[in-house]
């Protein structure tokens, strides 16, 4: 019988070496949102995104960069229309309500970034953000569902599930080190 003296160290080597490659790029699913981490490749610092999963429309986005010097995730709320018409949907720096559950809200803005380019299809899209990241956060915490509004016409623009919410905002604060305090 023949031994090979390196043959343990090498599966350690190769073990870690499959350990390391996975950690660059992970996913999870918590019910209605999906998490994603990926190593920059520039910083060597961890990026997550944790992204409501139901509406390819409507979607509420938390990014976080390990290492960042803001203590928690920016919010992005994105609304991309559901057929090409390449025109604005609103106007830059339009007011929105962002409400919770029928009954709490708060205030918000949007950034037009049309044209959105989708299976390269210029789609007509804007990103909503809220005035203050933290309160949004813990409304998001304690809520089931989050609406959004035209604050000058009432105009619903989309409405989206935050359950699962929680479990992704956790998995940020494990994997980028964002802030836990304040929001639960």
Known sequence: MIKFPFAKTAAVVL???GTAQSAEAETWT???WNISTTKNPTTGKMDCLAVTSADVENQVRLTYEQGSEFS???????HLEVLPRHEPLLWQDAKLTFIFDDSSEFSG???DISPLMINGEGRTAF???PYNNELAMTSMAQGDRMSAILTDDGTKIFDVSLSGFVASYLKIVEQCGAERDGIF
Do not use: A, N, Q, S
């Not at 928690?72 to 994105?78: E, G, N």
């Open 72 to 78: 928690y995730p920016t919010i992005t709320f994105r």
């Open 30 to 32: 918590f019910k209605d």
């Open 15 to 17: 073990v870690l070496c």
């Open 109 to 111: 803005t949007t950034e």
């Open 127 to 129: 990103d909503g953000y």
